[in-house]
């Protein structure tokens, strides 16, 4: 089983920046597409962004050219670096592998106008 645990979200005013990490309990990141997704309220979750196992990244439109996708393979880590942040990023970020189709629990982001 891994273990996927999301940090870094909380409360910014629009255009502001985040950093979201996602810890995994094995070496899943090095070997694996790693993925965020986001769901706001009231809709379905949505994919936002991933890095595949040769470090190839990919973007939703949204969140092209704000968004950078990265892994930090000796911390077991992937980071979701979001800048220009708007009210429409708001929701709950997930962190995903498909290996034993993984997610983690959350975390949540607020931005405010």
């Known amino acids: 089983q891994v273990q996927l645990v999301e940090s870094g979200g909380g409360l910014v005013q629009a255009g502001g920046s985040l950093r979201l990490s996602c810890a995994a309990s094995t070496g899943i990141v090095s070997i694996s597409t790693m993925s965020w997704y986001r769901q706001a309220p009231g809709k379905q979750r949505e994919w936002v962004a991933q890095?595949?196992?040769?470090?190839?990244?990919d973007y939703a439109a949204s969140v092209r050219d704000r968004f950078t996708i990265s892994r930090d393979h000796a911390k077991n880590t992937v980071y979701l670096q979001m800048n220009t942040l708007n009210p429409e990023d708001t929701g709950v970020y997930y962190c995903h592998t498909p290996y034993l189709d993984s997610w983690g629990q959350g975390t949540q982001v607020t931005v405010s106008s």
């Open positions: 890095i595949s196992s040769d470090s190839i990244a």
